[in-house]
């Protein structure tokens, strides 16, 4: 039997039919089983975490059957509890599925440890651009020191304390200046900045 009256031939055609439906039933069944597998339709609210300790978001997240991955610890932000969320992903209000991961940044315990730089022999202007731009504050309290130069850093003082290029104190910490009077007189004076 040549191949083109096999084609024509019945059995031919019942074995395509019954490839046909074969097929047909095995993409019915695919997709109903993707449908199953993959809970369409199903929609679950992220919450808004922000604020939240992790003890908090384990609970909310078990019961709403969601996940969570700790990604990273952002700069540490005064506005928000130590160890709390900061930012999330998906954000709140958006739908996820059962099972979802939901990824968090936290804000750490406290500022994180600066290297003070060396500002011995700036001027108070440039010891304040520079400190200012680490993250410090500078207090409006100064110590005039004796010594010729007017408005020089000859020290920086942290809680009472001397500290040297190098040292490192926590971001956001109070400095106090102290600076040359101009006069050499040696002695200490400590006065408010008008």
């Not at 209000?93 to 700036?122: H, M, Q, W």
């Not at 040292?167 to 956001?172: Q, S, T, Y």
Request: overall charge positive; charged content about 30%.
């Amino acid at each position: 039997m040549s191949l083109i009256q096999f084609m024509k031939s019945k059995l031919f055609l019942k074995q395509l039919l019954f490839a046909f439906a074969a097929i047909i039933v095995f993409v019915f069944v695919v997709m109903k089983w993707l449908n199953i597998s993959t809970n369409h339709n199903q929609k679950i609210e992220v919450v808004d975490l922000k604020k939240m300790s992790l003890e908090k978001v384990e609970r909310i997240l078990e019961e709403l059957d969601l996940n969570f991955v700790v990604i990273d610890s952002a700069s540490y932000n005064p506005d928000f509890p130590k160890k709390s969320v900061i930012e999330q992903s998906p954000e709140a209000g958006d739908f996820v599925k059962e099972g979802r991961k939901i990824y968090l940044t936290l804000n750490p315990s406290d500022y994180k440890n600066v290297a003070i730089p060396d500002l011995y022999g700036k001027t108070k202007r440039q010891a304040n651009s520079q400190l200012i731009a680490m993250g410090f504050r500078i207090s409006d309290d100064i110590i005039y020191v004796s010594d010729i130069a007017k408005d020089v850093v000859r020290g920086l003082k942290f809680k009472g304390k001397d500290l040297k290029a190098g040292d490192k104190i926590p971001k956001n910490s109070l400095i106090t200046l102290k600076l040359g009077d101009g006069n050499g007189t040696g002695q200490y004076n400590k006065r408010k900045v008008e």
